[in-house]
């Protein structure tokens, strides 16, 4: 089968979207099928266009079997909200044409973020005359409302446009939760175009490690350290000060370390936050390259989820699944009504906390501190859901079986696609 995976974000950008969608069509590819990526100059999260990649209109890599279009678009470090707008809609615009040019596919996957990526992929599924899946890893306009990025009202009309145009055009939705079923279907949305279709991680590549003799203990002088590990985005929809606050209340335990790894902005502004709270127990570091990933993972005794208060119950951060396979105890400062407290609390392997509520986040660690024997039972379980529930092959599995019933290749493949209650 000929597979176009239409994604803004890919290989070699380090977290989110882009590992996710590297690993699916490389997954496929070893399946036996032909798979071509239409996507961005790579740009996240530095937002800046990688070096390498910059001052080209258009490019065409292979890697690993799978034929990388990349397209430019418009870009800015500190991007306000015509800046994002612009983004978007570039790709929008320059990644049609390689789109266009490239081999008829028999199935387009396309990812959002970003939403405008749904009218090239609906013209191109309307030319080729193939099936368009639409891959939702948020839900927007609706989260940017509500964290308050998006308060323009004529923009807040043309993203709920163009999300209704997105869910009508697409023949199939993978969703990645159960909250975004319940969201897409009080929206009217058929429920019989909806899957759900979890995010994977792979299970080999992140596995459980022993903090002995560590790499990544060993650089940072966390040896002998109860090592409390945040890696990923540090934006508005986190709140990592609550984080810092925790770790000033608890300075006075010399074991206990904190280590927050993010994008070069956000840790300045953490900074700042350290040095106003006097908490000299976190350490700042940067994005590791992604095959120091385990290592890294490994050197936790503990991993935390952050979410603010106004974060969307549907969220669905996907460090989750990551935190999981390490096989580490997860603390999870999040709404608890959300998607992500329900899934934790599934797992068995985490504990719940309320979101922005520096001193309850406190007194969780200090339990764990203080208990190793919860510490390695929450760690069990995390390891063991994640291999039952998101290994990567049962993904692709079922991947694969969606795109053979939209193309109607294999019908009888389309009923191993499990709804919202089997997953």
Not at 79 to 87: K, S
Not at 310 to 338: C, D, H, Y
Not at 341 to 364: F, H, M, Y
Request: net charge positive.
């Amino acid at each position: 089968m000929r597979i176009l995976i239409y994604s803004y974000n890919y290989y070699p950008e380090p977290i989110g979207i882009a590992p996710l969608m590297t690993e699916l069509a490389e997954g496929l590819v070893k399946r036996g099928h032909q798979v071509r990526v239409v996507t961005a100059m790579p740009n996240y999260p530095e937002r800046r266009i990688y070096e390498g990649y910059r001052k080209k209109l258009y490019l065409t890599e292979l890697k690993n079997g799978v034929q990388i279009q990349r397209s430019y678009v418009w870009i800015r470090p500190q991007p306000n909200l015509i800046d994002r707008v612009l983004l978007d809609a570039s790709f929008a615009i320059t990644s049609f044409l390689p789109a266009l040019t490239g081999w008829r596919p028999d199935v387009i996957l396309a990812t959002s973020p970003s939403l405008p990526v749904c009218v090239p992929t609906a013209l191109l599924g309307w030319l080729q005359g193939c099936p368009v899946v639409l891959n939702l890893q948020d839900i927007l306009p609706e989260a940017a409302i509500h964290v308050g990025i998006l308060k323009n009202q004529l923009l807040i009309k043309a993203f709920t446009a163009l999300e209704k145009f997105a869910y009508r055009t697409a023949t199939k939705i993978s969703v990645i939760a159960d909250g975004f079923v319940e969201n897409l279907q009080a929206k009217n949305v058929e429920a019989s175009k909806i899957v759900q279709i979890p995010n994977w991680v792979d299970v080999n590549f992140i596995r459980p490690l022993p903090t002995e003799n560590n790499t990544f203990r060993a650089a940072h002088n966390l040896n002998d350290k109860f090592v409390i590990l945040y890696s990923g985005n540090i934006a508005l929809t986190q709140g990592l000060e609550t984080v810092v606050k925790a770790a000033s209340a608890l300075r006075h335990i010399p074991d206990i370390a904190f280590v927050i790894v993010g994008e070069a902005k956000g840790l300045q502004r953490l900074q700042q936050e350290c040095q106003n709270c006097g908490a000299d127990n976190v350490l700042l570091l940067p994005f590791q390259p992604r095959e120091k990933l385990p290592e890294m993972l490994a050197a936790a005794d503990v991993g935390l989820v952050v979410q603010k208060k106004n974060v969307i119950s549907f969220n669905m951060p996907s460090k989750i699944q990551v935190l999981l396979a390490s096989g580490r105890a997860l603390v999870a400062s999040v709404p608890e009504n959300g998607t992500a407290a329900r899934a934790i609390k599934q797992s068995g392997g985490g504990v719940i906390v309320p979101p922005e509520d520096p001193n309850t986040l406190a007194n969780a660690i200090l339990d764990l501190y203080k208990h190793p024997e919860k510490v390695k039972t929450l760690g069990y379980n995390s390891r063991q859901y994640a291999v039952e529930q998101y290994a990567f092959d049962q993904a692709l599995n079922h991947y694969e079986s969606l795109f053979y019933t939209v193309t109607s290749d294999s019908p009888a493949i389309g009923s191993t696609i499990v709804s919202k209650q089997e997953v």
